[in-house]
């Protein structure tokens, strides 16, 4: 049996961010994936657009200002030909949509100008998804093609599919939780699609307003190369005779069935359509598609950290079923677990700022920011009447 220090499920931009820290603290680290390289989940089809959050002031606000600075520097600093930083032009929809960035001035956090239709953020960039999980991976062990379909923890160790022995296991899954026995960690998987045109039109910087469309790259003389991201798509039907199906491995190399071909073929017009409100492209032909899931969780906030155990922590204060609060330093933990997920729509952005909180916090105990640790998510699904049958 193969033994690590440290092991990393998910190669998705969480856990490549995660390796990168780990990598500096330890040479045991080992990063799986059921797909054949990175990137090839939710972070594969992202447009991996990093925009910032307007609005008035609160915490998730607070949040993704605090990982879009850090993430962003980071980027430049240590991946400097994988970022575009050409700034974001962010266009009001409508008339209601104006006022509201009207009443959004008092609490901008980034720089802006006015530019065409909208406002310019120099501080909007773009990253190449692909690069950037496999360089910051890239000094860690990787084992690919390999599905984790069971963790054990036995004494002191963990056990992932009776193969590989670990001191410490994280994971970072994204849209897929199955792994996870606790009934309060839930997630809702947002389906998305994002195309890659080429196009003679010339774009010189990203912009936003009911899509995302990049700044272009030149291809040759005439053609241009343009991302436009991205599709919102809830499933409440079964979904898995369809490529939206979260426990397939590499579903943007496989031949797609019917309904998901039909599927992809509306998405494509949406976004195409969605891209004329802010450019008209001229000579569009759609080169790529990726589609992906992207892990939401029901408050918007990431989850990181530990886990509580629910079973055992209900075994030693029974009242906390009768709505007693308990300190969450009281509460029993899963050891030697850790999570990072719930980054939803924004991986590129939150992913890198929360990986290094969290090996910060594996590592050298720094404490984690409330806002985003799981705590909250028990605390809140233990204070429900019928939560307790688990
Ligand atoms: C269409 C689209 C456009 C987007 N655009 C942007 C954008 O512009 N900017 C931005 O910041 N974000 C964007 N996002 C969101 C971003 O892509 C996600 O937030 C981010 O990729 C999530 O990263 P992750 O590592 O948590 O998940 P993932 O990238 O999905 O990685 C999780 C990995 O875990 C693996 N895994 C799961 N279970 C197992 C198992 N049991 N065994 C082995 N491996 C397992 C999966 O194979 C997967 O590779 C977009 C998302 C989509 C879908």
Redesign the pocket.
Known sequence: MREFEYVI????????SISHFLSKYSKSVLL????ED??????????????PLLGKQNKFKDLVTKALSFSVSFYKENFPSDITSCGTCIIPKNEEDEGKFQSYIPYMDFEYEKFEDGYLFPIGS?VN?YNICKNLSSNVEKLFN????RIEKINNFWYVNDEIKVKNLIL?????I??IDEKYFDIRA?????IDVITSTKISVNYHKDC?LSKSKKVDENRNLVSI???HNRFNKDMSKTSYN?KL?NINKMEHNEETKKIISSDIEKLLNNASKIKKLEDIEVVDV??????SSVDYFPMVGKLVDSQKSFEKFPHIKNGTHIKNDKLILIDNLYL??G?????????LYLANKLVENIVNETALEEDYENFRLFNRWAKKPNKGKI
């Open positions: 499920v998910g190669a998705g931009i969480a856990g490549c799986i994936d059921k797909n990175v990137a090839f989940g939710a972070s594969g089809a992202a447009g991996a657009f990093l925009s773009v998804s390999f599905n984790v379909e970072a899954t994204g849209a897929d199955s792994l947002v389906w998305g699609q994002k995302s991201g991205a599709t979260l491995s990726k589609i992906g899931a992207r892990a990072l997920n980054v939803g729509g924004r991986g590129f952005v939150l992913s």
